[in-house]
């Protein structure tokens, strides 16, 4: 495949087998104009960046995942929630566990090594604290990516590795692209995408590429 057509299936995939739920959508919607503002607020204020990023569109996204989305059988796509689990390239609900919890105990450390072991000055007041934890957690996010994209490149090659990158880093406008009629669906009570037009859509656009 080429670059955008693994773009375009890992893109896929990750639709297909983990936002059946129409609220998760709406909270993947509701994340991505977050994460569209930490990006523009990263280059005038990096912390407030990450703390936009973490705290509202992380939770968002990840409220959605572990709260909202069926964990059972997949009729639609025919797959059992082990099995998802397994062929997901980025990070599956067990690797977001670990992740959540690095993020969870960034505080906790920094509150008892207020130097983060010789990075920071220690903050004098809770602004500085907040400050410093910030941009550790911005640290973690990035680091997040790059881990698990050198780690693709093993796995599965090194374009598979910036796919997935690439992929990581336009969610946030895909996702309003896609899940922008959230709202409208929730009103009419589908609580559950059946997938069918985008099946149809996505068996269109194999044919043409």
Known sequence: MTFLQELQQQRWDDHRYYHHNRINQFLHLLSAMCFLASYVLVFFYPAIAALVGWLLAMTLRQTGHFFFEPLDYDKVNKATHEYKESVKVGYNLQRKVVLLSIWALVPIVLFFEPSFFGLFTPAVDFVGFVDNMAIIWL????????????????????????????????????DI????????????????????????EASFENKVL
Not at 144 to 168: E, Y
Not at 184 to 200: C, L, Q, V
């Open 139 to 174: 640290v973690v996010g990035l680091g997040a990516i790059a881990f698990r994209t050198v780690h693709l490149f093993k796995l599965m090659g090194v374009q598979s590795g910036l796919v997935w990158a690439s992929k990581i880093i336009t969610d946030p406008f895909h």
């Open 177 to 200: 692209k896609i899940y922008h009629k959230s709202p409208y669906f929730i009103m009419k009570g589908e609580m559950y995408d059946n997938m069918e037009d985008w099946y149809e």
